[in-house]
């Protein structure tokens, strides 16, 4: 199975951008999801397929991919978005892998 | 709405066997891939394995030698079993549900209904 790499911790103030990139050998092949998760709370997924967002999940939330990398975007940052990030992937059979998690902290 | 709920010991020895179920309320276990998903207190999720409803499964390649996972269709719930447990297996551990029904052997492989998770601990 392959790795997903992702930064430990991302700062930014309220109201502006962040970024969690997600790095991985099999992500120009093999789409990436992420989940938000808040402690206590199972996570919550928040961008499928790359770029796609779930019902339910505020526009401020997108998603990104270029080679090797994926991007998960969180314009005009709000508290509430303070969490953990996870980016997944899978190979065709189903095998899962999770990225270490991103501590996204709202000044 | 469909519910996923885990149950089982929340206190394991070493050296022994951890089980836990899953049990799928307001809707039918049928069609679906099923996964377990643990979590160290303070670290990330690792992704254990899967079974679809018809049985068929595939586990993380570093836990496959002492995981199986199980579904009962009647209970409408899916079992893990995780054997020769140490400290290191003591986490939160969810089960969760694949996004869309299963097709011609694939999963969508992500998971859109989690469970709220069950910490087991493993001490003596």
């Known amino acids: 199975s392959y790795e997903l790499t992702q930064p430990p911790s991302v700062s930014v103030s309220p109201g502006q951008t962040a970024r969690i990139t997600c790095s991985g050998d099999?992500?120009?092949?093999?789409?990436a999801y992420w989940y938000q998760q808040k402690p206590g709370q199972a996570p919550v997924l928040v961008i499928y397929?790359?770029?796609e967002r779930p019902s339910g999940i505020p526009e401020r939330f997108s998603g990104s991919s270029s080679g090797t990398t994926v991007t998960l975007t969180i314009s005009g940052v709000q508290a509430e978005d303070e969490a953990d990030y996870y980016c997944?992937?899978?190979?065709?059979?189903?095998?899962?892998?999770f990225g270490g998690g991103t501590k996204l902290t709202v000044l | 709405q469909v519910q996923l709920q885990e149950s089982g010991p929340g206190l394991v020895k070493p050296s022994e066997t951890l089980s836990l179920t899953c049990t799928v309320s307001?809707?039918?276990?049928?069609?679906?891939?099923w996964s377990w998903i643990r979590q160290p207190p303070g670290k990330g999720l690792e992704w254990i394995g899967y079974?679809?409803?018809?049985?068929?499964?595939n586990y993380n390649p570093s836990l496959k030698s002492r995981v199986t996972i199980s579904v009962d269709t009647s209970k409408n719930q899916f079992s893990l079993k995780l054997s020769s447990v140490t400290a290191a297996d003591t986490a939160v551990y969810y089960c969760?549900?694949?996004?869309?029904?299963?097709?011609?052997?694939?999963?969508?492989?992500?998971?859109?209904?989690w469970g709220r998770g069950t910490l087991v601990t493993v001490s003596s």
């Open positions: 969760a549900r694949d996004t869309t029904p299963g097709s011609g052997g694939y999963g969508s492989w992500y998971f859109d209904l």
């Open positions: 307001g809707g039918s276990i049928s069609s679906y891939y």
């Open positions: 079974i679809y409803y018809s049985g068929s499964t």
């Open positions: 099999a992500l120009p092949k093999q789409y």
């Open positions: 397929k790359d770029s």
């Open positions: 997944q992937s899978a190979d065709s059979s189903g095998t899962v892998v």
